[in-house]
């Protein structure tokens, strides 16, 4: 037996996933952020920067 499928809009899905990624980006640098604020706080080499895609 066949499952019924939804309509789906494709585009309206992809959408709503790059909000989502585009708020967990700016989540995760706003937490490099602090973390690098804290180590230079206390006097710690900062460690190596992973180059950010555009």
Do not use: K
């Amino acid at each position: 037996m066949a499952n019924p499928t939804l309509p789906v809009d494709a585009l309206a899905v992809l959408a709503a996933q790059q909000e989502q990624l585009d708020a967990l980006r700016r989540t995760v640098e706003a937490q490099q952020e602090t973390i690098e604020r804290l180590v230079a706080r206390v006097g710690l080499a900062p460690a190596p920067r992973v180059a950010r895609r555009s």
